[in-house]
């Protein structure tokens, strides 16, 4: 099959390729995750063009403008319209609700596809700081990454994704995949905004390194931990531990490396709202 299909397009192509092994050299397959330029504009100006996988695209613009301080709520999109063809997101926005003074304030993270945010998350450190609580088991935390790592079909075919998820007492809420995990981090935020999910009682969770801008938009959403099976950033670690946010490295099997936060996370088996 040279495709595999979804309700949103194709999002894996099949290419042929050859192969080294002990055996010699011979023909054979490669299934590879799609990747897809994504313009944004927003009231008629080009604001942004993401690389992204082309699916959940409403999520990944909405928790863009979020995370990345162009807007502060759904309300103020009064338009958007994903154009599948041209791969362009096309937004009209309440003038009282973009912040044109941000928009030319660009940060150039080191997301894939060089990433950008809109606003400086050092200056945020300053007025931001999570609440203490709620607490996790840390029994609980590696339940919900086992099931996590094991929940993309793409990645299995690929290994070409970063995934996101959103978890709470009952486990996954939303889960997202995208080439970028930055991007793979704003679906679920995106998502998560649309439902009016409350974000200040869950865990994120990442197969992505963690770094400042991860942080950044965490800090921007108010979810106070974040859990992934790979390491954060010195920077990212600083910024967690000057806001009382939880951060937790090399989240495998039995053993979890914690950053900053650690009081959020309970050596005992117990659920999130426990302390």
Not at 22 to 27: A, P, S
Not at 34 to 61: F, K, Q
Request: proline share 3%.
């Amino acid at each position: 099959m040279p495709y595999a299909l979804s309700r949103f397009g194709d999002i894996m192509e099949e290419f042929k390729v050859e192969i080294i092994g002990r055996d010699g050299r011979e023909d054979g397959a490669a299934t590879l995750t799609v990747e897809v330029p994504l313009t944004i504009e927003v009231n008629g100006r080009e604001l942004a063009t993401l690389l992204c996988s082309p699916t959940d695209l409403t999520d990944l613009v909405i928790g863009f403008l979020y995370t990345t301080g162009m807007i502060n709520n759904v309300a103020a999109i009064n338009k958007l319209l994903v154009d599948e063809e041209r791969w362009k997101a096309q937004l009209e926005i309440a003038e009282e609700g973009l912040p044109e003074e941000l928009i030319f304030k660009r940060i150039y993270t080191s997301g894939c596809g060089k990433g950008v945010v809109f606003h400086n998350p050092f200056d945020l450190i300053q007025r931001i700081r999570m609440q203490n609580g709620p607490a996790m088991g840390s029994e609980r935390i590696n339940e919900l990454m086992k099931g996590f790592l094991n929940y993309s079909t793409e990645y299995r075919n690929t290994r070409g994704v970063h995934s996101a998820a959103l978890a709470g007492d009952g486990g996954i809420e939303i889960f997202r995949d995208d080439v970028g995990r930055h991007n793979a981090i704003d679906k679920v935020i995106g998502q998560a905004l649309q439902r009016e999910t409350k974000l200040n009682d869950k865990i994120m969770l990442t197969s992505g390194r963690i770094s400042s801008e991860i942080i950044s938009k965490l800090m921007r959403s108010r979810i106070p931990l974040v859990a992934s099976s790979g390491a954060p950033t010195n920077q990212a670690v600083k910024m967690a531990r000057e806001i009382n946010l939880t951060v937790l490295g090399f989240v495998r099997s039995s053993r979890m490396h914690i950053f900053s936060g650690g009081e959020r996370v309970l050596s005992q088996r117990s659920t999130i709202n426990d302390q």
